[in-house]
């Protein structure tokens, strides 16, 4: 295996640690990608990888995803990133959780880590037992922080709107053909909201059945999870795992607009130009799903309410339609915008 400066997406991280724990059964990476405005924020993953250098590189990937979500959401935080490689059909017990915890605390303060894709927010409170480096711990309330799904699922939503109103010219959703890849937490979330203002969506998911009901409860059409991105649509929102748009997907896009909750959405950075020369209104991924980390940094910092996370979310469509203006205006890809402008918060514009 090739040392971690060696990987395509190694990006001048801070830290990339390896853990195992042979007690627990840990296997788990941390990447930090920049501390420049503070501590490395991000949550963990549990995820099965068929090769384990594929989990190096979703850290480093993700980590430097956040780094530039924290930085363009206005937040006092750099990016990184925790993944926990799930070996098939292991389950998670109190004593990886617990080890885990160990191995975050052991970086003192470097990396603050939050659920994702596998965990909750009960696995977090076992993790907060090792650590106190730990965010998205179910709370009161009205007050920030819980479970991030929810509200990344509005932010997304927002998002959506704004891509609409940019590439459709209009302000309301009902009648647009949507076609939302993934309907979990947020993907289900961004679902119901828009069934809500009369969209036409068809749905797609790994887990079947999950998106036959779902489907069911909105009125909604149903596809393949990987025939949803040959859907003819207004919007495909791409709501699931990363790397969707790659040279081929891109060629078969039916839509005027791609906007939706995924990490790293675009395979290469060669994708988002192969976007823009098709003409597709495309929202960064990392400025459009950054509701959720807005909400456990809140929560982690000990700054504001509910109500407050909501205000700072309501600002995600201004920003996503001051990287389309500057898109337009320059020939630029929007990915190579919002890229700028965030490597310009962190110190290395």
């Known amino acids: 295996m090739s040392a971690v400066w060696d990987f395509a997406d190694f990006d001048d991280h801070e830290h990339v640690h390896m853990f195992r724990d042979r007690a627990s059964g840990l296997t788990a990476v941390i990447a930090v990608h920049s501390t420049h405005l503070g501590p490395g924020a991000g949550g963990v993953r549990y ?16 980590s430097r995803g956040m780094s530039y979500k924290n930085a363009m959401a206005g937040l006092p935080m750099g990016g990184g990133k925790g993944v926990i490689l799930a070996d098939e059909g292991q389950a998670k017990t109190p004593e990886l959780l617990a080890a885990f915890g160990r191995a975050v605390e052991s970086l003192g303060g470097a990396y603050v880590t ?34 991030p799904g929810p509200l990344t699922a509005l932010g997304v939503y927002l998002g959506v709107k704004a891509a609409i ?42 887990n079947i059945a999950k ?47 791609v906007a939706g909750g ?61 990287i389309w203006t500057e898109s337009r205006a320059s020939g630029t890809p929007a990915s190579v915008v919002a890229d700028r402008m965030a490597q310009k918060l962190i110190g290395r514009g």
């Not at 036959?212 to 149903?222: D, N, S």
């Open 47 to 62: 995820w099965h990888y068929p090769q384990r250098a594929a989990a190096i590189t979703d850290a480093l990937r993700l």
């Open 114 to 147: 939050a659920e994702d894709v596998g965990m909750s927010d009960a696995d977090m409170v076992a993790i907060a037992k090792e650590t106190r480096h730990v965010s998205g711990l179910p709370v009161a309330s009205g007050e920030a922080g819980g479970d």
């Open 165 to 206: 109103a940019e590439g459709l010219k209009t302000d309301s959703a009902k009648d647009v053909r949507i076609a939302i890849q993934g309907v979990g937490s947020v993907g289900g979330g961004l679902a119901r909201r828009l069934a809500a203002e009369g969209a036409k969506l068809t749905l797609a998911d790994v």
């Open 211 to 257: 998106a036959k009901a779902l489907a069911e409860e909105l009125g909604a059409e149903l596809a393949d999870s990987a025939a949803i991105m040959e859907v003819e649509a207004d919007v495909l929102s791409p709501n699931a795992l990363g790397a969707i748009l790659t040279e081929r997907s891109i060629e078969r896009l039916k839509v005027p607009i």
């Open 262 to 322: 995924a990490n790293n959405q675009l395979a290469t950075a060669a994708d988002g130009q192969r976007i823009h020369d098709r003409g597709i209104v495309y929202a960064p991924d990392y400025v459009i799903n950054a509701g959720g980390i807005i909400n456990v940094a809140l929560e982690y910092l000990g700054q504001g309410s509910r109500e407050e996370v909501e205000s700072r979310i309501a600002q995600i469509p201004g920003r996503l339609t001051e």
